[in-house]
């Protein structure tokens, strides 16, 4: 394996590789190898590496080539089909406000650095860095599986969060429109979504969101990280800008659609004097309510969002790291129901009051989100019939 920005996989405890006996193996420690210099993330992607993830058993250092400062190459995206044996997730965690979920995609080319999701990949035998926003997998049998599922005798009506994982207007659902067909099954059978995105290609599906609004079956949150372009391109490079969400926004509203606004992640000296500025100009384009969530770094994150600091933001990088852990007990991330959220101590507790206060000077969550669970009709005769198939 050899040439820009191939990558070596070698060097555990002890450096030795191989097979057999004091093989690498699941779970066994790697050695703390020393770091080049920091290169900037490939154009149009977040991570700077393909770090193993934490069931590798071999760490994967980049070849020495190319400078510091330097631009790593571009690695295409590639989408891979999977089949799907069960659609819906479960969740019974009490600090997020869904208690089932859609994830239409595996991995997310917006390739947000700080996303909380990007550790998932690892399942699939994949990196949680590059390999998290190139290598997406598609789930296209979604929509009749979901149908399936909800047709299944005893399934009780509860709001669908669609887009809780990784985002479900990502790029590659321009051609894939694999959301587009679950929304189409859920208008069908007039059954809740709330749906959770940072990108305008929502506005695509407005001739389903729209009339599903009017018989309060759907609403909206647009995620909105940071009104500053620059930062926002840094953060998120195949994100919508800043001006599109707002738009989007804009739009949804003015068709009817339930709007909220997810001010997240919210990152100590770095977007948090965005806070208030956020608020207010979603509020103004027509969101009525508002939520924010405070950095979440679990497990390969922490070091994907470190590497990152370093290389673009390198003099304030140690500042702020050191925040992150002041709410965090002195650790990077804690993952206890309660505070995984919000964090903990003086900073966390006055980023708290100032959402509260200017949520209270918009008049932004007034009145809960409430969507129609009466009017679900159930599967249409004969889906359960594919389950067996």
Same mark, same amino acid.
């Given at each position: 394996?050899?040439?820009p920005?191939?990558?070596v ?18 779970g ?23 770090r ?5 058993a ?5 070849e020495?080539?190319?400078?510091s ?19 819906l ?27 909380f ?20 997998v ?7 599986r ?21 985002d ?5 659902e ?6 587009? $067909? +679950? &929304? *189409?099954?859920? #208008?069908a ?11 305008? @290609?929502? !506005?695509r ?7 599903m ?13 940071s ?5 926002a ?5 195949r ?6 969400r707002?738009r ?6 003015g068709?009817?659609?339930?709007v ?12 948090d004097?965005?806070?208030? $500025? +956020? &608020? *207010?100009?979603? #509020?103004?384009?027509g ?9 979440? @770094?679990? !497990? ?21 790291l050191?925040l ?8 990077l ?16 507790e ?14 932004l ?11 679900f009709?159930? #599967? ?10």
């Open positions: 394996m050899s040439g920005g191939a990558e996989a070698f060097r555990r405890h002890g450096g030795r590789t191989g097979s057999g006996p004091g093989a690498p193996g699941r066994h420690r790697l050695e703390n190898v020393p770091l080049l210099p920091p290169r900037r993330p490939p154009r149009s992607r977040g991570a700077l590496t393909n193993e993830g934490r069931y590798e071999l760490r994967r250092l980049p020495p080539s190319g400078e400062g330097e631009e790593a190459p571009r690695p295409p995206t590639r989408v891979t089909p999977e089949r799907t044996r069960r659609i997730s479960r969740n019974d965690s009490p600090d997020v406000p869904f208690d089932q979920s859609v994830n239409p995609y595996k991995g997310c080319e917006h390739g947000c650095v700080y996303c999701a990007r550790p998932t990949h690892a399942y699939l035998g994949l990196s949680p860095g590059l390999d998290f926003e190139t290598r997406i598609s789930k296209p049998e979604a929509p009749d979901l149908e399936c599922e909800l047709g299944r005798p005893g399934y009780t009506c509860r709001v669908l969060a669609l887009g809780a994982n990784t479900p207007y990502q790029p590659v321009r051609e894939q429109r694999v959301t587009r $067909g +679950i &929304l *189409e099954r859920l #208008a059978l007039e059954h809740p979504v709330s749906v959770v995105t940072k990108s305008d @290609l929502v !506005l599906d407005l001739d389903l969101l729209a009339p609004a009017r018989k309060r079956l759907a609403s909206v949150f647009v995620s909105v990280t009104l500053d372009p620059v930062l391109r840094r953060m998120e490079p994100a919508p800008t800043p001006e599109r707002l989007a926004v804009r739009e949804l509203h068709a009817g659609v339930p909220g606004v997810l001010a997240s992640p919210m990152i100590p000296a770095l977007n004097a965005e806070l208030e $500025g +956020i &608020l *207010e100009e979603c #509020a103004v384009a969101a009525r309510w508002a939520r924010y969530i405070l950095l979440r @770094l679990p !497990l390969e994150v922490k070091e994907l969002f470190a590497e990152w600091l370093e290389a673009e933001y390198p003099d304030r990088a140690a500042r702020i050191g992150v852990r002041e709410t965090r007990g002195g650790a991330y804690r993952s206890g129901w309660g505070e995984r959220m919000r964090g903990t101590g003086r900073y966390a006055l980023l708290e009051s100032r959402f509260a206060v200017a949520c209270r000077r918009l008049r969550n007034v009145e809960p989100v409430e969507l129609d669970t009466t009017r009709r159930g #599967a249409r005769a004969g889906t359960q019939l594919e389950l067996f198939r």
